[in-house]
């Protein structure tokens, strides 16, 4: 069956970088295109970008003004998402989530809860 | 890139009857038969229980069933139960090939 596990929970500075990792298995890793949406505590669920793992192309929401880069390691069925200069408005759940046909969001990560604090 | 709008909440007794709308424009929601619908309950991930306007995966119950009619999409919910209690997320393609979910809407069972 499928699995999406995610690294654990980050505390950061304001200013500071992060980098979450999803690990995924159950299922031919380069055949699907991989997202990552966000939830802010108590607020709606925000799509940040996808990753289309087979040739490395990448999309991102404008929201996040070039602050997002999502990469793939193929080898090890690995993904990453790095958040850069990080504001408190930036703390979040983090989820990992795979593309099922071309549209919808079949298979998501636990979740990782980024903390962004002084 | 603005939220689709979902009225913030809902509600209605056990057997009833309640729908969602979902409305966007026509570089989303309008021009493309790609809208999903998530289900969340508090403190887990969120779960599809509608993709492509109308189609349920399987192990979804047919009490779910969604519809769309230019720029807004609908999620209606049949024989309301006591578990259907959560947020309710819409979720469309867009024709920059991005994505957008809607503001949520949280269904409460009377």
């Known amino acids: 069956q499928v699995h999406l596990v995610q690294s654990g929970a980050e505390v950061k500075m304001p200013g500071a970088s992060v980098k979450i990792s999803c690990k995924a298995s159950g299922y031919i890793f380069t055949t699907y295109t991989m997202h990552w949406v966000r939830q802010a505590p108590g607020q709606r669920l925000e799509w940040m970008g996808w990753?289309?793992?087979?040739?490395?192309?990448?999309g991102y929401s404008q929201n996040f003004h070039g602050r997002v880069t999502l990469t793939s390691d193929t080898s090890a069925s690995m993904l990453y998402m790095e958040l850069t200069s990080l504001t408190f408005e930036d703390t979040a759940i983090y989820y990992c989530v795979r593309g099922g046909g071309f549209s919808w969001f079949d298979f998501w990560g636990q979740g990782t809860l980024v903390t962004v604090s002084s | 890139q603005s939220a689709l709008t979902q009225p913030p909440s809902v509600s209605g007794s056990p057997g009833q009857s309640v729908t969602i709308s979902c409305t966007g424009t026509t570089s989303d929601v309008g021009s493309y038969n790609r809208v999903s619908w998530y289900q969340q309950s508090p403190g887990t991930a969120p779960k599809v229980i509608i993709y492509?306007?109308?189609n349920r995966p399987s192990g979804v119950p047919d009490r779910f069933s969604g519809s769309k009619s230019g720029n807004t999409a609908s999620l209606t919910i049949s024989g309301l139960q006591a578990g259907d209690e959560a947020d309710y997320y819409c979720?469309?393609?867009?024709?920059?090939?991005?994505?957008?979910f809607g503001s949520g809407t949280k269904v409460t069972v009377l």
């Open positions: 492509e306007v109308s």
């Open positions: 979720c469309s393609y867009r024709s920059d090939i991005t994505y957008v």
């Open positions: 990753n289309k793992v087979a040739n490395g192309n990448t």
